[in-house]
């Protein structure tokens, strides 16, 4: 079984994967804009293929201050 985890800036109109995990129950995506708007998915994937996405609500990055 695998996870992968993707982001996006534009509202879900595109994804960019930032990493395929098998054991991890956590990941820090880098590269992000500060004060900028994401949307973060997780697919699981299995024998049977990939599951439905888990997307999460809008996220406004801030990197504390």
Known sequence: ESYTVSYSSDGGSTWTVATTIDTQTSYTVTGLTNASSY???????????????????????????
């Open 39 to 65: 949307l973060f998915e997780v697919v699981a994937t299995n024998g049977s293929g990939p599951g439905p996405a888990d997307v999460s609500t809008a996220v406004i990055i801030d990197a504390g201050g």
